[in-house]
């Protein structure tokens, strides 16, 4: 999903006072910043949960203190950047850089802005494969530390899994939040963190946002939901520890998001500014248990949310630009010293109240260290320089930020080796055994709501003929998709003799017309729901269907309560994603290849009264 925060089409002419290109050589920079790396060296190795790696802060400010005023600023910026390359991105990517962010290409953005962090998206063509991944990443870092005083830059990006990933095949592509919340696996969650981590801290990405804490009790959430655990905090709460404990095995930093909880709005902040209702006390038991597991086990950085929460803070301002918040609560009652990043300041949220030149200076007074991907680079850096020369900021306000980036870089291995090398990324980066764990934890996470007459599993001399309809949403980035196709394909790999036929997410009349006649000719169709509404055409679609007489299977691929709305199908099974590994999963379920193991993270309310609940929390269905 294409993040708002890149609708800017103004393209910036540059800093007050860029710096001056400057091009010593490797063995010039390494010889300056000899004496700090060597007591900061930490190399690629794992930590117990909690610990730091050792780093020397006294080293680590004379590192700030050394650094101007427009390099501290720059610092404190995480930003977007098209291009497959640091020096040589298409055309394309090259006239899309110059438009959003006045330069040509990753180099010229380091050069220009000297700033301390970029994060990877398919959209900005980033991603194409890991071996490209790699090269990009240590292009930049070279770009960064043939600056003057250069630092290693912090890679970061979007790796969820299930519905949310940047990095696509040949990588590995694990099930997303909920689907593990299914599993209910703290040790299957834990190994999601590690593999993850260890690919792509092999492609040079040492940043993830990812693990999401937020926990998610509305069903008409429309930008969590999957992206969540489940809706019982505790059990929210023990999946992100474990799964952040896997990502600090790997040396990668885990980001636990969205502080103070994003679970129960019906808004998407990208283009709203949601309100969360919770009091102070519901606040405690629901949304602030997953963060306090976090802070617990050493959560390397927490990301905040562009919402209004009142009882936490009655100002109306989003929870990114609250000093009751993040400063008060987050560092304060909840005792976390780590990095707090921002959510994208290009989505609305954050942008509803103030304008961009005041969002970042807000954002660095409530506490938070790192700005992530503002809409005008140019506005906002330029905004964060004039408040600290006006004295609306401090310098010794941005030594803070700055050194606790310095200490998780220098944590992470940052400061002593930033490249990553061709071998590390064939050794590790989706190999057989990190596939066949996805499959693994795949299985036990799909879950089996609806069995009339025991329709499942399907037999192959009973059911030969399957047809396979329904949504297609776009796939993640080097998939197999699209679902319908996929799925198809499994079930023949299994010994059935299936077709596809795409009807959309909002399907025709036509298209359910043709799909009621292509119904006629099999023993069976399976149908695979996206976010399925009582008014919507996929509910017709459904019902058309299942008059034929002939027997249907529904597959919800993203949320699972699109089960209330289809009371007619023979079988219902919750995929929890459209991803391959999790619609193949859901196929072996089908074909009896695989026992439904998943059982419900959230509870599913009843249509016709939603006060009702249809399926509670942990109901599933085995054969």
Known sequence: MRDSSTGSTAGP????EPNTPSRPSRRTVLAATAGVTAVLATGPVAHAAGDRAPHDDKALRAIVSRMTLEEKVGQLFVMRVYGHSATAPDQADIDANLAEIGVRTAEELIAKYRVGGIIYFAWAHNTRDPHQIADLSNGIQRASLDQPRGLPVLISTDQEHGIVARVGKPATLFPGAMALGAGGSRADARTVGTISGAELRAIGIRQDYSTDADVNVNPANPVIGVRSFGADPD????????????????????????????????????????????????WETLDAVPFRAAIRTGIDSIMTAHIMVPALDPAGDPATLSHPILTGILRGELGYDGVVVTDALGMEG??????????????????????????????????????????????ARLDESILRVLRLKAKLGLLSDPYVKDAAVDRVVGTPAHLRAADRIAERT???????????????????????????????SLSDGPPTTVLAGALTELGFTATA???????????????????????????????????????????????????????????PYDVAQLPGVGACVAAYSWI???????????AGRAEPRGTLPVAVQRADDPTQVLYPIGYGLTY
């Not at 005041?358 to 850096?381: C, E, I, M, S, T």
């Not at 007459?453 to 396979?468: D, H, I």
């Not at 269907?545 to 691929?557: D, I, M, N």
């Not at 391959?580 to 089908?590: G, H």
């Open 13 to 16: 002419s540059g800093p007050a």
């Open 235 to 282: 059990a929210v709460a023990g999946l992100v520890a474990a799964e952040v404990k896997g990502y600090q095995s790997s040396a990668v930093a885990a980001t636990a998001k969205h502080f103070p909880g994003h679970g129960d709005t019906a808004v998407d902040s990208h283009f709203g500014f949601p309100v969360i209702t919770h009091s102070r006390e519901v």
């Open 350 to 395: 954050v942008r509803t109240k103030y304008g961009d030149d005041r969002v970042p200076v807000l954002a660095l007074k409530a506490g938070v260290d790192q700005l992530l991907n503002p809409p005008d680079l140019h506005v906002a850096w330029n905004a964060v320089l004039d408040a600290v020369r006006g004295g609306e900021l401090t310098e």
């Open 446 to 476: 799909t879950t089996l709501l609806v069995n009339k007459e025991k329709l499942l599993p399907l037999s192959r001399r009973r059911t030969p003929k399957v047809l396979v309809v329904g949504a297609d949403p776009a796939s993640p």
């Open 501 to 559: 036929l795409s009807t959309g997410t909002a399907p025709t009349a036509a298209k359910i017309t043709e799909a009621v006649a292509a119904a006629g000719g099999t023993d069976v169709v399976v149908v695979a729901t996206y976010n399925v509404t009582a008014t919507g055409s996929q509910k017709t679609l459904v019902e058309r269907l299942v008059a034929t007489g002939v027997p249907v299977v529904a597959v919800s691929v993203r949320n």
């Open 580 to 590: 391959d590994v999790e619609v193949r999963a859901a196929a072996r379920v089908i």
